[in-house]
């Protein structure tokens, strides 16, 4: 489960690659770790209820936490979600099926755990990049509670994973603007097509 990643970037550049607005963001570049905020792009409508508006939806980057609170079932709610990984349970399908709550989440890469060793006998980390997106997004979904939270969709590995020993990995969108448009106002079924293991030709471990 990748639980670290990297966004390289001040969010005024990133805004203008996914073609947002970033309005009072501060991001200034750096890592981030479940617990922490870090800038998603979203054509949701925070705080407001209604029907939605005809036409494009406008694209904002905000700050969320990188977690979303779990339900009252799963005992400990200092514990944040990090991960999507059932896209058919309760807890998620109403907000995935709802394209307001999709959102962009931007990195320039993402690190795992693989299964080799370093001479202290410590798992080695491998920071992953993708050679055809410097700049990349996962899919990813929001709710609100206490706390504006998000939490990053997950899919099978792709064979670069596979071997460094990971059985799953954060779903990347394609380097597309129309699959970026997709994942945050299109249905569900064609969305959740994007889904899907990266190549592993494009992935650099």
């Known amino acids: 489960m990748t639980l670290l990643y990297h966004l390289d970037a001040p969010s005024g550049a990133v805004a203008a690659h996914f073609g947002a607005s970033a309005g ?3 991001w200034a570049g750096g890592h981030v770790a479940p617990g922490r ?37 799963a005992g400990d709610a200092r514990q944040g979600v990090a991960t999507v990984r ?32 370093d001479a202290e006998g410590k798992r080695r980390r491998h920071r992953i990049t993708l050679a055809d997106q410097p700049l990349f997004a996962f899919a990813g979904v929001w709710k609100d509670s206490e706390v504006p939270s998000f939490a990053l969709l997950t899919c099978l590995a792709n064979a670069a994973l596979r071997a460094l020993g990971r059985e799953t990995m954060p779903a990347i969108l394609p380097a597309d603007p129309r699959a970026w448009a997709t994942w945050l106002g299109g249905g569900w079924d064609r969305a959740r097509a994007l889904i899907a293991p990266y190549a592993s030709s494009l992935t650099r471990t």
């Open 37 to 73: 905020f870090a800038p998603v792009v979203t054509a949701g409508r925070e705080f407001v209820a209604g029907p939605r508006p005809s036409g494009e939806p406008t694209r904002r980057m905000i700050p969320r936490l990188w977690g979303v609170p779990p339900p009252p079932a």
């Open 24 to 26: 009072a963001d501060p």
């Open 86 to 117: 059932n896209l058919d349970s309760p807890f998620w399908i109403g907000n995935l099926r709802n394209s307001e709550f999709r959102c962009l989440v931007p990195a320039t890469a993402f690190v795992e755990w693989g299964k080799d060793r």
